[in-house]
């Protein structure tokens, strides 16, 4: 009887967790997740109430054997040359292919933020004295303008999406060759590495993988977008918006560059005090009979506190440059817009709402 009613629950888990797979329109809109937020909203969320994962993709022992056959060619290939392995190469044969869906993502979300701008100048020209448009023409231009925005939006989230679980490969890849070497190392070794460090690579270090792979591909975007965007900007008014915009990046990009080498320095001494508390902790918890024997806590206590102070300090140091950095992106927009309307005044150009309003639509 016990044996009958475990397989009737694993039948009942069984076809519980089929049901729960979304459909394609679910995926689009991602609709998946709404049942899953009032679920938690009024209890624990349980593994019953997710998605299974496609598990072949994530398991860290297959992503672990993929890289460590990459990573040994490039000890292979570094020794011939002479020259130090780099990880960044190992990680670009393992897992560049597996990161070009990205780029159609990223483009669906680029083309239509590049041809919104245009849509609406259209429209706004049906309220111009003017105008020979339609009302059902200028209904086609605002069609346009909402699908391009729905367009951009799906691409957007789904990119960030695609962009998370790539990197969390790669972080699972990493983490596992990490766990790998460990195993390999020797006592003698084992004593000469730092416990903090090693926990700092396997906790901190490899969660920027999430971040870094976002902006990869704006490296080759950037580029052709801008000189579209040029283009389209020269049509509708001339030189003065290329004016504007190359007067801000004259002023912003010098702003912007001492600010990406102070949030360098300061990450560096931030992983260099972390890595030190880290192993502070380690050497208290493993002698921590003795400190209890003792009773040594509240002098240990005291170094702890003075330890993640002076790592907290490093963090607000630099969060207040990250928030500048940040902060800079607003002014530009802005800057760029005010210089691009004075140059059109001083010119003798007419600012119509045409020229101006259609260049902040995005």
Request: contains cysteine; proline residues 4%.
């Amino acid at each position: 009887m016990e044996n009958g009613s475990g397989a009737r629950k694993e039948s009942e888990e069984k076809k519980e967790v089929k049901k729960g797979k979304p459909n394609v329109l679910s995926r689009l809109f991602m609709c998946w997740v709404c049942p899953v937020l009032v679920g938690g909203n009024r209890r624990d969320v349980e593994e019953r109430d997710l998605i299974p994962p496609p598990s072949a993709k994530y398991k860290s022992e297959s992503l672990g054997d993929k890289f460590e056959r990459y990573w040994l060619e490039e000890l292979g290939l570094a020794t011939q040359r002479g020259v130090a392995p780099s990880l960044w190469r190992a990680l670009r044969r393992a897992f560049w292919l597996s990161y070009m869906p990205g780029a159609l993502l990223l483009l669906g979300n680029a083309i239509p933020r590049t041809i919104q701008p245009l849509l609406f100048t259209r429209l706004l020209s049906y309220w111009s004295a003017d105008s020979t448009m339609t009302r059902l023409e200028a209904g086609y231009w605002a069609m346009g303008m909402l699908l391009c925005n729905f367009l951009a939006m799906v691409c957007h989230h789904h990119n960030t999406l695609f962009v998370g679980r790539f990197g969390m490969k790669v972080r699972i890849a990493c983490c596992s060759l990490l766990y790998r070497k460990l195993l390999r190392l020797n006592q003698r070794s084992l004593q000469s590495t730092a416990a903090g460090k090693l926990v700092n690579l396997m906790s901190n270090d490899v969660a920027r993988f999430d971040y870094a792979f976002m902006f990869l591909h704006y490296f080759w975007m950037i580029p052709l977008q801008s000189a579209a965007v040029l283009y389209f900007m020269f049509r509708a008014a001339g030189w003065a918006p290329i004016v504007g915009l190359f007067s801000v990046m004259l002023l912003i990009l010098p702003i912007q560059a001492g600010l990406t080498k102070l949030t360098a320095v300061y990450r560096r001494e931030t992983a260099q005090r972390t890595d030190k508390r880290i192993k502070l902790m380690s050497e208290i918890i493993n002698g921590i009979q003795v400190i209890k024997m003792y009773a040594w806590e509240v002098p240990f206590q005291k170094v702890v506190g003075s330890s993640r102070a002076h790592e907290v300090e490093a963090l607000k140091r630099a969060s207040f440059v990250q928030g500048t950095f940040g902060g800079f992106m607003l002014f530009t927009e802005r800057t760029s817009l005010f210089l691009t309307v004075m140059t059109l005044v001083l010119t003798g150009s007419m600012a119509t709402a045409t020229t101006t309003r259609g260049k902040t639509c995005r």
